[in-house]
């Protein structure tokens, strides 16, 4: 008898496979119309199957400080090439400032002692990489709902778009800077924070330091690192490639839940 194909399987399955579609191959993907055309259709029956079967404020599983994994490796980059980066380590991070604007009455700047002040989370919840690894973190921040809805959001807002610090390409016209989105529902959900601590400890530069997104419903690369910058939006229209996110420009699906 064929084993019993759990949701969450198949979706992990499907985007771990159009994963290693765009380490090998990506370029072939993009520039082949008629692929793409059959991504891009699966992914919308993804996203209206995952907005029909899973309620908006569902939790992802939460565990216990004992399945804390002894060690959380970390996605993506580990080390931003950016002198700016390198300076605002040196200082403690001192310096930084996430900037929230775009579709909003009042955009801000918040520090990282800003963030500290205000109500936080904490979660325990597994990273599913697209790579084919997980690990169990427990993870302190800021719920972003909260902080979007103090900025006062205008009509039309239907997205967050999170620029971060890494450059994964040389690029002239900044395509390769790594940057992510997610639409208000995912924004407004109770787990998606704004983490700053990672088991009890400040972010390293390693887990993306000072600021991270924990968006828990998704894949490891919607959880962008080295936040700088969030910018509320109607569309993708303007963002390099489109598709609202660096991955996604590069062939990836854009609604990566799980």
Known sequence: ??????????????????????????????????????????????????????????????????????????????????????????????GWRLKIDGLVERPVELSLADLKKLPSRTQITRHDCVEGWSAIGKWTGVPLGPILQSAGLKPGAR?????????????????????????????????????YALNGKNLEVAHGAPLRLRVERHLGYKHAKYLMRIEIKDTFSGLWGGKGGFWEDRGYEWYAGI
């Open 1 to 94: 008898m064929t084993p019993f194909l759990t949701r969450r399987r198949l979706l992990v399955g499907s985007a771990a496979t159009l994963g290693a579609i765009g380490l090998t191959g990506c370029d072939d993907v993009v520039q082949n119309s008629n692929v793409q055309s059959v991504l891009e259709m699966a992914e919308q029956l993804t996203i209206r199957s995952q907005r029909l079967l899973v309620p908006k404020d569902k939790l992802a599983r939460e565990f216990s400080e004992a399945d804390i994994s002894p060690t959380f490796r970390p996605n993506g980059t580990s080390q931003p090439d950016s002198e700016d980066y390198a300076r605002m380590t040196e200082n403690g991070f001192s």
């Open 159 to 195: 997205y967050a778009v999170f620029y971060c610090a890494d450059e994964l390409e040389q690029t002239l016209d900044g395509s390769g800077t790594y940057y992510e989105s997610i639409d208000l529902i995912d924004a407004f959900h109770q787990q998606t924070i704004l983490a």
